[in-house]
């Protein structure tokens, strides 16, 4: 996908394949060279690359480009996301971030990264250490809410711990 043909589409509801696992529907926010940036309702920010996506499909039904609504433009929250200017770039700006590469099947996973290079990215999922090729990585989106969360159980865990020690004596 061209970034010159897909900024028109910034601001609108387009579809992301056909169809599988990689198939989603949301409000395309940003597109740089390499990766675009896709909100989808039920799972935040999505940044696709470029390379893998086979059809960008936009419904003309959807949006009148002569009227914007400006109460309803006045009323949505900003949406944050990571603007790198390049897939590494951005992959490093996800660094100890809980992340979901890719959305489903055989290669979807979900673990911590913990280094990224314009040749391999190192995750730890579960009690594994994976090394992949950046190339064959589809998506990838964050969860700030999963690290508070895993911290949180963590800090629950660590407490629980030191009470039955405590307990014990």
Do not use: C, W
């Amino acid at each position: 996908m061209e970034k010159a043909s897909m900024d028109s589409f910034i601001g609108r509801s387009v579809r992301i394949d056909r169809g599988g696992h990689e198939s989603r529907i949301g409000k395309l926010i940003d597109v740089k060279d390499d990766h675009f940036v896709v909100h989808i309702e039920n799972e935040g920010m999505i940044y696709y690359k470029n390379d893998h996506v086979k059809s960008l499909t936009l419904d003309t039904r959807e949006t009148n480009d002569y009227y914007e609504d400006p109460e309803a433009t006045s009323q949505q929250p900003a949406l944050l996301y990571i603007d790198a200017d390049n897939f590494t770039s951005l992959l490093q700006s996800m660094q100890y971030y809980s992340v979901q590469i890719n959305r489903g099947g055989p290669e979807k996973i979900e673990g911590v990264i913990v280094d990224a290079t314009d040749s391999e990215v190192t995750m730890i999922v579960g009690n594994e250490l994976i090394k992949l090729l950046p190339f064959h990585i589809r998506n990838i989106s964050y969860s700030s809410k999963n690290n508070n969360e895993q911290n949180n159980n963590n800090n629950n865990e660590s407490k629980r711990n030191k009470n039955n020690r405590n307990s014990r004596r």
